[in-house]
């Protein structure tokens, strides 16, 4: 694909193989919704020590509540845009907000984390010797003139749009990875991430799984936006998780798309929702925002071949298993009404 191979590692200073202890892992964002699913997975291998760094502007203490207090787990509130130093063996770097209310609410603050964020953490990946994975998006892809959409896409995106902190964000952060990569031998892995959905989510942050499931359970109309004909591909977290730690732990540096190719409109996921929750609820079409991509769907052959990886999970087993999470918290349960 025109990537040089990746240069040697500058002896790398390996505190896990130094010291004789576990394997250190940093997790940036480790307090969101895909960063909490992650610890837990990264939690469950014994010989892996977990450090969470967050500012919790989109993330909550509650989605590492397990893991307070356990001997093998850190919590640090520290937002990226500032130097971190903690000696560690590999970083996933998610830190940024993922729901466009949320990024778009402070967007100087959005490209700030993606942008002196990722430069911070790949500056404490040259100085320890670590591994590092940054979570990149589907977004830099923007309304993609291609379709699926192959990691060879170099995207269609207005750099002056209401996005452009997150998805140009994203771009620069790949950019300053692959820099860091050839001109100081960082080992890095960019996973190219699409909709994900799961339990954990923020209930009001907007975006449509997320909206669709509160809206049926709590009896409201699902706000399709217009045209209704626009598509995504939602894939289920513990697949996602998987994907990460898959990429984290082979030879390949990415991009590679994560994502389920399963792919629908967003006049289909309302009717899915319908269906499994309850068919009285009506659709109502509402406004879209500017710029919202009309097609996404991700080409994964690559992370099939390299990973070995495709989602396990559609979305009619994963959806009730949201809802149930979302139930609790919404305190609403099953057959209340
Ligand atoms: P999330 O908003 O739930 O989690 C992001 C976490 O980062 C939160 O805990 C938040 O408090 C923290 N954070 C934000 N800015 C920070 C800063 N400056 N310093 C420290 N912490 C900060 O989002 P998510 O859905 O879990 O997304 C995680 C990552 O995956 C993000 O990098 C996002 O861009 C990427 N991603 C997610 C999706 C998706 O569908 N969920 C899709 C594409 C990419
Ligand atoms: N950095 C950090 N933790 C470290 C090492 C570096 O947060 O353990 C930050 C550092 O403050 C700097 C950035 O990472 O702003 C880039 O570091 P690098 O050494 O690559 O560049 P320089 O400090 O020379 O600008
Ligand atoms: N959407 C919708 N109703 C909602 C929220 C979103 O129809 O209540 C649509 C939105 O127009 C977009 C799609 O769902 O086409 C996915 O939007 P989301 O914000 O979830 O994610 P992203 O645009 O980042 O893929």
Redesign the pocket.
């Known amino acids: 694909n025109g990537l040089p191979k990746q240069p040697p590692s500058p002896s790398p200073l390996r505190f896990s193989k130094f010291f004789q202890t576990n394997m250190r892992i940093l997790v940036t964002g480790g307090a969101g919704f895909i960063g909490s699913h992650l610890v837990d997975k990264l939690m469950e291998n014994e010989k892996n020590e977990v450090i969470v760094a967050d500012n919790f502007y989109t993330g909550s203490k509650d989605n590492l509540s397990k893991w307070i207090g356990h001997p093998r787990f850190e919590l640090i509130r520290h937002d990226v845009t500032e130097p971190l130093m903690v000696e560690v063996d590999q970083i996933y770097h998610l830190a940024c907000p993922a729901?466009?209310i949320f990024y778009k609410y402070n967007p100087v603050k959005t490209i700030k984390t993606n942008v002196i964020g990722t430069l911070n953490m790949l500056g404490l990946a040259k100085r320890v010797g670590a591994r590092i994975l940054l979570t990149s998006t589907?977004?830099v892809y923007g309304d993609p003139l291609e379709h699926p959409q192959t990691e060879e896409y170099w995207g269609n995106v207005n750099p002056i749009g209401v996005r452009s902190c997150y998805d140009e964000g994203k771009r620069v952060a790949e950019t300053l990875m692959f820099d860091y990569h050839r001109q100081h031998g960082i080992e890095i892995r960019i996973a190219r991430i699409f909709?994900t959905y799961g339990p954990r989510m923020n209930i009001d942050d907007?975006?449509?799984?997320s909206?669709?499931l509160a809206?049926a359970i709590r009896g409201e109309h699902?706000?399709?936006?217009s045209p209704?004909t626009?598509t995504?591909s939602f894939c289920y977290v513990s697949d996602m998780v998987d994907g990460l730690i898959r990429l984290m732990e082979g030879d390949n540096t990415g991009p590679i798309n994560l994502g389920n190719p399963g792919e629908f409109t967003?006049m289909e996921?309302?009717e899915v929702v319908r269906e499994l929750i309850d068919p009285a609820v009506p659709v109502k079409i509402?406004e879209?925002?500017p710029d919202?991509?009309r097609q996404?769907k991700p080409n994964i052959t690559k992370a099939k071949e390299v990973l070995g990886w495709e989602p396990q999970v559609v979305l009619r087993e994963g959806l009730p298993l949201m809802e149930a999470d979302f139930r609790h918290r919404l305190g609403i349960p099953k057959n209340y009404r």
């Open positions: 729901s466009p589907s977004e909709n907007g975006r449509v799984v909206n669709f809206q699902l706000t399709v936006q209704g626009q995504r967003m996921l309302a509402v879209n925002t919202d991509p996404r």
